[in-house]
């Protein structure tokens, strides 16, 4: 068995794709869409729910899937509904109290691309103490760790404006 074999055996292939330069971690499209949407709710914050149909729309995802997200991020206790006219969703706490890690945790599960190196779905392997892709691939949770977690709705809506007017700006020069 190769190297690249052994490797895939032992990945959450669901999470792993071979990009142009070797092998990337990629966010699934539901926690992508997860992101975008809860983005959009943080941007709304305080103003009351915002329906389905508005955000499937905005964001260009498909309704039923949202349906689903939305249910997955409320029964995780990220967002509430309400039901009836002037419904929708909004978010339980303040968009600086959530992480983009905890909303990807919830919508695709542990960060890490290895159970034995993640810090939420441990699994012990024997080979740990000595194993070569251990120690990378706890570097590589550390990494994607850290930014997500340091990353929050509110850095996400502030760093969306300020993308925004940059766009902008180069379009009149």
């Known amino acids: 068995m190769g190297f690249a074999s052994l490797v895939l055996s032992t990945l959450d292939v ?11 971690l990629r966010l699934s499209r539901k926690g992508e869409y997860a992101l975008r949407a809860m983005i959009v ?3 709304r914050h305080g103003e009351g ?17 949202l349906e689903q997200i939305l249910l997955d991020l409320k029964r995780a206790g990220l967002v509430h509904s309400k039901r009836g006219v002037g419904g929708g969703y909004f978010l339980v706490r303040e968009p600086s109290d959530i992480s983009f890690a905890e909303i990807v945790r919830t919508i695709d599960g542990p960060l890490a691309p290895l159970s034995c190196v993640s810090r939420h779905a441990h699994v012990r392997c024997p080979e740990e103490d000595t194993c070569g892709l251990y120690s990378v691939m706890r570097e590589v949770r550390e990494a994607v760790a850290g930014i997500m977690e340091g990353v929050t709705l509110e850095e996400a809506c502030s760093r969306s404006g300020r993308a925004a007017k940059g766009r902008s700006r180069r379009r009149r020069s």
């Open 14 to 24: 669901g999470r792993w794709a071979w990009g142009r330069g070797g092998f990337d």
């Open 41 to 43: 709710l943080a941007k």
């Open 49 to 65: 729910p915002v329906r389905i149909s508005e955000i499937a729309e905005r964001e260009r995802i498909p309704k039923k899937f």
